[in-house]
């Protein structure tokens, strides 16, 4: 007899962790057999660095794009599954840039990240291209790099997960969540030029205490006021689940904000996106800290339950069209491992191809 139980999610809902790795990928035509043969196989090489480094609570959290979703898998598709949705406001403008897969991996110690992503993009390799990598740190007590305790109003426990994950709204892919990444960099100079009252009032929190501005003096336009949402009509609250990490690069003088929030639907991240960039109600005044934080990246995937990646359903078929637009004479795909675009999943062909991934030494 089987019983029925709640799809288990990917690990969505853990501690923020010390260390962090960001990949962003594209697929490459063609590249789709390998991250489905990869897909299911993501738990046991989790587990296989993991176990090696017990204390580092190592975990991966996968998503997919909405162009990919269509060309990896066949069948339904997530309800709220669309491509990010730039926005341009008077002063600030949050691109959306490439996305076909996002690696989230976190742990205490950033040798298992670094052994985990080095295995994955290896397995990986020839048939996807890294679009943006970020290597997140932990700043002293979870603050950002302007100073400021990131994270402390997270919904914890029971609250984050309904939040975060997908329920009966969606009952084929309860246990998913999506999940929208921004990479912001900061303009460290700018922001030390403002007083501590300034910066605290572009937060909206005290910058020493981490604790939230009094209604009277917290301004409209902080950041704090701006993410705020009302519960929804049926008095549910609107929150999502952020998990940012601060990187930095002196060689090129970048250092931001890596933004990640999951949510059970992108809705909620969209309207705090949408308070940060036009204003409320679009009356655009921007949220203050976009004068110092530049988004340079944007993504929206949808983060599949862990019960779904271990079985996925069948492939999607290839487009109708696909001998027309490839004869079997066709030449082989070009010198930089891109597959020759006749729309199968051809992995055989891509396994002896080259890569722009680096060859990564996994054994330690
Ligand atoms: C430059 C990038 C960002 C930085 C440095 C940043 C930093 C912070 C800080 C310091 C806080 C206060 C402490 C806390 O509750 O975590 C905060 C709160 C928050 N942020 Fe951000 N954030 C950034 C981007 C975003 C984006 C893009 C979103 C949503 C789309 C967002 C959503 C929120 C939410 C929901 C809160 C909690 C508001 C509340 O209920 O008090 N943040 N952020």
Redesign the pocket.
Known sequence: MTVDRPAVPQAVNTPLTTAAQFLVLTVRPGGEAAVRELLPELAGLRRSVGFRAPQAGLACVVGIGAELWDRLVGGPRPARLHPFQELHGPRHTAPATPGDLLLHIRAEQQDACYELAALLLTRLRGAVDVVDETTGFRYFDKR?L?G???????PEGGEAEAAALIGAEDAEFAGGSYVIV?K?LHDLSAWERLTVEQQEAS?G?TKLSDL?LPEAVKPADS??AL??LDPAADGTERQ?L?M?MPFNSFATGEAG?Y?I?YCRTPAV?EE??AN?FLGRDGDGRHDR?LDV?TAVTGSLFFVPSADWLAAPPAAAAPPASAEAVAPPAAPPGPADGRAAGDGSLGIGSLKGLGSTTPDHPTGA
């Open positions: 950002d302007l400021f305790v990131d994270g402390t109003e997270n921004q912001y937060v929190r939230e950041h704090v993410t705020e999502i952020r940012n904000t933004f929030g991240t705090m996106l940060m800290l934080s």
